[in-house]
């Protein structure tokens, strides 16, 4: 089993930058395919970002060429680098932890406005 722990989020302005981060307790974090997923008020959670054990990464339409997925897995933490934010980027941002089910974080807000 692994838990979850996402940082990062808060206010900025649009054209900004954010990076979040989710760190990840127990065992074997290097197995785990990760997502970051995120949830705008009164819509569907929707994917952003994967990526796989072996540090291939996927990435949603609107999340390429501003947002990076990473992970250090000596330190147990997958990341979210975003840039050019835009109002619509606004919402609570979720990782997942996937090997065979899925594991969630609490997630954190992103809210991009001026």
């Known amino acids: 089993q692994v838990q979850l722990v996402e940082s990062g989020g808060g206010l900025v302005q649009p054209g900004g930058s954010l990076r979040l981060s989710c760190a990840a307790s127990?065992?074997?974090?290097?197995?785990?395919?990760m997502r970051w997923y995120r949830q705008a008020p009164g819509k569907q959670r929707e994917l952003v970002a994967l990526?796989?054990?072996?540090?291939?990464?996927n990435y949603v339409d609107f999340a390429k060429g501003r947002f990076t997925i990473s992970r250090d897995n000596a330190k147990n933490t997958v990341y979210l680098q975003m840039n050019s934010l835009k109002p619509e980027d606004t919402a609570v941002y979720y990782c997942?932890?996937?090997?065979?089910?899925?594991?969630w974080g609490q997630g954190t807000q992103v809210t991009v406005s001026s």
């Open positions: 990526i796989t054990s072996g540090g291939s990464t």
């Open positions: 127990g065992r074997n974090f290097e197995i785990y395919a």
């Open positions: 997942s932890a996937v090997a065979g089910q899925a594991y």
